[in-house]
């Protein structure tokens, strides 16, 4: 572990002890020392959350009402059906979905309101039915982001940073404690997920710089590419971007148009930084670009070819995957209705993306009639005694004794 | 944290970063330190393996091959079908499941073979379709998790503890990284998952002490209650039973049986320990039982009343759930077919047990056609400015003034 690692886990451990100690008391503290704002009270109230309305324009407000439509959609059709097998007769088993009750959605600050981001955990939250969504976000909060949180119900904490998630982790006087933690951050927000990850709180994903890899072959439209590659490389400066291809031309008119297109963002400085992350690949036929591709396990994968429907079903590592040369990542960050919270930093090889199921978790039940017991109940007891455990054993034969002094015929 | 929540942290990243650093070599060291045992190598050879059955009798063999059709039917039902929908016209998303690639099954040893956790953790990986199946048990290694594991295709190695743990996370030599790790253990083992999943790499659950809770009306048989409550006892002196009637003479009853039956297990001393963290309790009404299992949020949950199904969509908080006087816990331990890998310790709040699903994860896609992505570029558009991300904003545009300069007729 680097000795910068091991700072900030400390300090963030620090700050978890102390929110865990104190509880609001911390919060308030914490937050004047690193978001320099004196806060009263850590929730917003409704009325202030409900009059923000006023503040976000009517197109930004139709672009959220189109945005939102779409991402249900997209989760609705996920929800699960639960099911019901009789295994052996006389024995039900099932396995039926229960929403997660309260859900903490941290919505990160800084230059620009992350409404999609509130949008994201949101929609699947109320999709799935949680009963309570409690987003935590830095202040100042943005009249946008409480207008989102309106719209889903949510209760909105005016805090930030690892004292947001410990709080939501271990609860305080005023924050409630929650079954799970979602949501994106900075440094010590991943930090402080992990640690609570660590104490049993489940948490959606690991989260690490965002990524893209575009792969493509000679059908590919270059300015496309360079637009998509700066549209992920302006996200933060430690993001990265890939392209993969099988044609050297490509490459070069791509690395040609992102330099031209790079000059009139307002970003240019934090794409500037990532490209500094970022490559180009030859490869020699798409079967190779999809080795490396599963290999890279990227966040976003663009799949610029001649026929990506062909390859899709060999993509295995990638959290969300853009088919053809007019799927472009931003639909996908915004409304196409697939979520964009997505396993980064290779970690697709092992996590999913939120997605409905992120909200939801299992209970299985069974239910044996007499003779459903009869059925299994030496393939129990063999196994009992083989791992020694006499009471399990009982527990079959104390019944079917029962059973047969009752007479068989009346109970079977 | 206490000292001994501490010391034990310490100890475990200790070893954790041991085995990182020097592989094979410490997980020898520790092996020979914590089992006593020199191994040369640390993976079973598939001949070994293979000759276990030999040393497997009969009606064990019968037993294990009745469990797996039954554990393997209940899970083959739960294979997800993925889903794909037009979120608009033009605009499909798709959610499809790929197995995870490499799994760590862990399988505690001590003083009997625990074959069953073999059995459920291997067949639904295999269901799945996990291609590569790793078990980590320590030495000396009973022939009869040898033979599950051939039965499985299971590459077995014959480490244990911390060590096992962080060798599959990590990888080792001869032990390869897996992508998730599943599996029951002490403390060390437990403490060694929970810092892993800290590292991001996933889980099956948090594990903690068994328990089972036992609801109850007048209609109950005391000697299966207690014949229940003792079979989770005598799993380790930490278990917890409990049992919550509205009938004082069934609890009365039951205490007595229990005091009946204790009498002749094997295991005795271990149930009687385990009943000293146990308690029983009188409620009013069935609803109420039902408020406080939600509560306490169990891992096992018998409903020994008269009309469980009128109740069970109720329960939100359990593991797995056992309805009625004849679905005695150690059938769900076993064979009824529901997975016995289950969230302990509160944890079913925000856990589920080990499911299909558990082996699985999710990849969305998304294909647009050009009037598919004039439909929301207006959407994107407005919520990429209001993010302030331009390139986000460019990337739908140059599509869009690509479809204009080609003649909208000819491509939308």
Redesign the interface.
């Known amino acids: 572990m680097s000795r910068i690692q091991r700072l900030k886990e400390g300090r963030v451990r620090e700050i978890i002890e102390l929110v865990k100690a104190e509880g609001d008391r911390a919060v308030k503290f914490l937050t004047k020392k690193f978001d320099g704002i004196d806060i009263e009270q850590t929730e917003i109230n409704k009325e202030v959350s409900g009059s923000s309305s006023n503040q976000v324009n009517r197109?930004?407000k139709?672009?959220?009402a189109?945005?939102v439509?779409?991402i249900e959609?997209?989760h609705v059709?996920?929800l699960?059906k639960g099911?019901e097998?009789d295994?052996?007769p006389g024995?039900r088993?099932k396995?039926v979905y229960?929403p997660?009750?309260r859900v903490g959605l941290y919505v990160p600050g800084g230059?620009?309101?992350?409404?999609?981001t509130a949008l994201m955990l949101g929609i699947p939250a109320r999709v799935a039915g949680c009963s309570e969504l409690i987003v935590c976000t830095p202040p100042p909060v943005n009249p946008?982001i409480l207008y989102v949180s309106s719209l889903l119900n949510a209760r909105v904490f005016r805090i930030g940073g690892a004292q947001a998630i410990a709080a939501m982790a271990f609860g305080t006087q005023t924050i409630p404690q929650v079954?799970?933690i979602f949501g994106p951050g900075n440094a010590y927000v991943t930090e402080a997920k992990?640690?609570i990850?660590?104490?049993?709180?489940?948490i959606d994903i690991?989260a690490g710089p965002s990524e893209l890899l575009v792969i493509s072959d000679e059908t590919a439209?270059p300015?496309?590419i360079a637009?998509?590659l700066?549209?992920q490389?302006?996200?933060c400066p430690d993001s990265q971007v890939v392209l993969i291809s099988t044609s050297t031309a490509i490459i070069n008119e791509t690395l040609n148009e992102i330099n031209i297109?790079m000059e009139?963002?307002?970003?240019k400085l934090t794409?500037q930084k990532s490209l500094g992350n970022s490559f180009a690949i030859k490869v020699d036929s798409i079967p190779r670009v999809i080795e490396i591709s599963n290999t890279y396990a990227p966040e976003h994968l663009i799949m610029a070819i001649e026929n990506?429907?062909e390859f899709?079903n060999e993509?295995?590592?990638?959290?969300?995957?853009?088919?053809?040369?007019?799927?472009?990542?931003?639909?996908?960050?915004?409304?196409?209705?697939?979520?964009h919270t997505l396993p980064t930093s290779g970690?697709?090889?092992?996590?999913?993306?939120v997605?409905l199921?992120s909200f939801l978790?299992?209970?299985?039940?069974?239910?044996?009639?007499?003779s459903?017991?009869y059925n299994?109940s030496?393939?129990?007891t063999?196994?009992?005694n083989?791992?020694?455990?006499?009471?399990?054993?009982?527990?079959?034969s104390?019944?079917l004794n029962?059973i047969n002094n009752r007479s068989k015929n009346e109970i079977l």
Chains 1, 2 share one sequence.
Request: aromatic share 6%; glycine share 6%.
């Open positions: 197109q930004l139709d672009a959220i189109a945005a439509i779409n959609r997209f059709a996920q699960p099911i097998v295994t052996v024995v088993c396995l229960r997660l009750k230059t620009a309101p992350l409404i999609s946008a079954n799970k992990m640690q990850a660590a104490a049993g709180i489940p690991p439209i300015k496309f637009a998509d700066l549209s490389a302006e996200h297109q009139k963002l307002s970003r794409a990506p429907n899709e993509i295995v590592n990638a959290g969300s995957v853009f088919l053809g040369n007019f799927t472009p990542e931003s639909v996908g960050d915004y409304a196409s209705g697939t979520n970690f697709a090889k092992s996590w999913s993306g997605s199921n978790k299992t209970i299985t039940l069974q239910e044996l009639t007499p459903g017991l299994i030496s393939t129990v063999t196994l009992a083989a791992e020694r455990l006499d009471a399990h054993a009982n527990a079959i104390i019944r029962y």
